[in-house]
């Protein structure tokens, strides 16, 4: 069976990562997997993606140049005409070609959706002329994965439709870590408390809880520190008000070995305010390191009937704070917890539920 995914580019966004790893588990169960890039030409995942082919139509189309259009749709209608299922891998120029260049032609399309469309656009106000191109297709498409309920739940309400039969939930999954990664020496918390952040540090990740989440627990007799993985636009206030207010901030880039920072780490803090899934809180649970979370949606997902001992009501430090000093008696045991329950998103789970949709007869 052919597959054809079609992304902007794969560059190290999330949805570039998952599409890799779906893409790469696919051909290792003996899919003919083919990633078509059309924002641009960057594969940053070459060393995952040598069992695929990766055409570059970035090269014969572009999309602020309307006399390239012809050209480029001709060539993804190649692509989709040699494939059984298209899957536009997230929305705007993945979408509008993926629904252009199947149009008249029986191949199967689906669309996935990896962010909560209506929070998204709230915070974010699309353009209109866009937000009304990609209802319009969405609104059409008879199959569509979303990365989590809360993520099917948000893209009803954005296109103001109840949530449709052939709407699935289909999670992400993340690699496994590495061989020869060691847990956690010790299953008591270090002193001072290490928290971890992984992400942008921009206004939607709402990084002035990081550090009124230091200052709470320093009131309550727990003194911490955090490590901050990435990069974002708020990264010089966040380092100028850390020293203001006498707190200790590690900033790390945005580098690798997120893992070995885990395993280091006591606690891994999500501030965000909403989450089509959120990769990172699936990596910490592999290694069992303890979550705390504001409630941003797609994350519940992860704690089942536990949500209200990982996931604060009110996005406060004070909250935070308080749901930490909770989980501190019971370490250990909340970690061993999120290591058994991330066995339901181990690649191998996922990826036979990938198989068993695209066999599907339709």
Known sequence: MKIVFFVRDLGLGGVERCVTLVAAGLAACGFDITIA?????????????DSVRVVDLSTVWHGKKPWTWLAGWRAARALAKDADVVIASTFLMPLYMAWAATRGLNQRLIAWVHGPKYELDAFAK?????????????????EILC??????????????????????VM????????????????????TPLQLLFVGRIAEEKQPHLWLDTLEALAARGLPAELT????????????????????????????????????????????????????????????????????????????????DEF???EATGAALAAKIAAQLPHH??????????????EPEVLLGKWVALLEEKQ
């Open 37 to 49: 890039l059309l924002g641009g030409s960057r594969n940053l995942w070459a060393a995952q993606t």
């Open 126 to 142: 699309m353009n209109p002329i866009h937000r009304a191109a990609c209802q319009f297709i969405y609104r059409r498409l008879p």
């Open 147 to 168: 990365v989590s309920d809360h993520t099917r739940q948000s893209l009803a309400r954005w296109l103001g439709m109840p949530v449709q039969p052939g709407w699935q």
């Open 171 to 190: 999670p992400n999954f993340v690699e496994a870590p590495p061989d020869g990664f060691a847990p956690p020496t010790t299953d008591k918390p270090h």
């Open 228 to 307: 901050v993985l990435g990069e974002g636009p708020l990264q010089n206030w966040v380092k100028d008000e850390a020293t203001r207010r006498r707190l200790t901030v590690h900033f790390h880039g945005q580098i690798g070995g997120v893992s070995e920072f885990m395993r280091r780490a006591d606690w891994l803090l999500l501030t965000s305010r909403f989450e089509g899934f959120g990769l990172v809180v699936l990596e910490a649970m592999q290694v069992g390191l303890p979550v705390v979370s504001t409630d941003s949606g797609g994350v519940s997902d992860f704690f089942q009937q536990r949500v």
């Open 311 to 313: 996931v604060v009501i």
């Open 332 to 345: 250990a045991e909340i970690g061993a917890w999120l290591t058994n329950r991330a066995r339901d998103y």
